[in-house]
C-alpha cells in the first residue's frame, strides 16, 4: 500500500494512504477538486508533451470539421451532463 507522508516546517504532520487523501480531496468543492486535478497533471512529466499536443490539436480540428460539414451533431453541454447524471443515478 503506498503511503503519503506530510511534512511540515515542525516536523511529520501526519500520514496518509493514497486511499485516505482521494477520500479528502472528494470532500472538496468541485472548483477546487478541478483545481488540484489540474495541478497534479500539470506536474507530471510529459516527455512527448509537442507530439500530445499535435495530436489534440488535430483531434480538435477533425471534430470541427465534422459540425461544419453537418456530418455530427453537437449536443450541447447541459443535456450530456443530464444523461450522465441519468445514468449513474445521480
Known amino acids: 500500500m503506498l503511503e503519503l507522508v506530510l511534512w511540515s516546517s515542525y516536523g511529520l504532520f501526519m ?3 493514497i486511499d485516505q487523501l ?6 472538496l ?3 477546487s477538486r478541478a483545481l488540484l486535478a489540474e495541478r ?3 506536474s507530471l512529466d510529459f516527455t512527448e508533451t ?3 499536443q499535435k ?3 488535430a483531434e480538435a480540428i477533425r471534430r470541427r470539421d465534422e459540425v461544419r460539414s453537418g ?3 453537437p449536443i450541447p453541454g447541459e443535456q450530456v451532463l443530464a444523461e450522465v ?3 449513474v443515478g445521480r
Open 15 to 17: 500520514s496518509l494512504t
Open 22 to 27: 482521494v477520500e479528502e480531496a472528494m470532500q
Open 29 to 31: 468543492p468541485a472548483a
Open 40 to 42: 497534479l497533471v500539470e
Open 50 to 52: 509537442d507530439e500530445i
Open 55 to 57: 495530436l489534440w490539436a
Open 71 to 73: 456530418n455530427v451533431r
Open 85 to 87: 447524471r441519468r445514468l
